[in-house]
């Protein structure tokens, strides 16, 4: 299983692009990135998934580098309702993609 | 996507006795999951629950303490029995759905809104 290793924590304020990077190097072929997004007292929230390149939604961009090895979560403009708790996760189907690392906890301050 | 809810959504309970915790998806799934998450910790899988099947746990959970039913495709419960204060958590059940828009159909965990557990 691919492990993944985010910064434990970041501070931002309101306005400010926020990219949070993710390793995973022993990524296998097959794997997609996906990152969740969890408020206090909630579930994780899906935000985005992709698997090579740049991926863009209306929440955020995903920026992956050739080898694949790391990925970025970039949040454009941040407020501090995106103060919350970022997880990156590595894996192709339901089997592998269960397994949680410490995430990214980010505070976005006025 | 996916619409999961749970019941209930906090409890505080004694020692000693058991909570049983639904989750109830909005259409069929085949496989379900149960986490924990313990204060400011991240989430651990406790088990899947597949429909028709004894659930498979995890390294460090039993089926006595974490008793799992799976009656049919869009329901499960999961108890805590004989709690202690150390069971005090968030308790998220989680559904996996094929992003079809997606080639070769990857799947994505979508997750209930947590029960949130106090053992006194």
């Known amino acids: 299983l691919a492990k993944t290793t985010q910064p434990i924590s970041m501070d931002s304020y309101e306005g400010q692009e926020v990219n949070i990077t993710c390793s995973h190097n022993n990524i296998a072929t097959n794997d997609y990135i996906t990152w969740y997004q969890q408020f206090p007292s909630q579930g994780p929230r899906f935000i985005i998934q992709?698997?090579?390149t740049k991926v863009t939604n209306e929440v955020a961009s995903l920026f992956i580098p050739a080898d694949r090895k790391s990925s970025t979560l970039s949040l454009p403009r941040v407020s501090l309702s995106d103060t919350a708790v970022y997880y990156c996760l590595v894996g192709y189907n339901a089997g592998n993609m269960l397994t949680f690392g410490g995430g990214t906890r980010l505070m976005v301050k006025p | 996507s996916a619409v999961i809810s749970q019941k209930p959504s906090r409890d505080i309970c004694q020692r000693g006795t058991s909570l049983t915790i639904q989750c109830q998806v909005d259409s069929q799934v085949t496989m379900m999951f149960w986490y924990r998450q313990q204060p400011g910790q991240s989430l651990t899988l406790i088990a899947t629950a597949n429909q028709g099947s004894e659930a498979t746990y995890e390294s460090g959970f039993v089926i006595d303490k974490f008793p799992i039913s799976r009656p049919n495709l869009t329901f499960s419960t999961l108890t805590v029995s004989n709690m202690s204060p150390e069971d005090s958590s968030i308790y998220l059940c989680?559904?996996?759905?094929?992003?079809?828009?997606?080639?070769?159909?990857?799947?994505?965990?979508?997750f209930g809104p947590g029960t949130r557990l106090l053992v006194l």
């Open positions: 992709g698997y090579k």
């Open positions: 989680s559904v996996v759905r094929r992003q079809i828009r997606l080639a070769g159909g990857l799947e994505t965990q979508y």
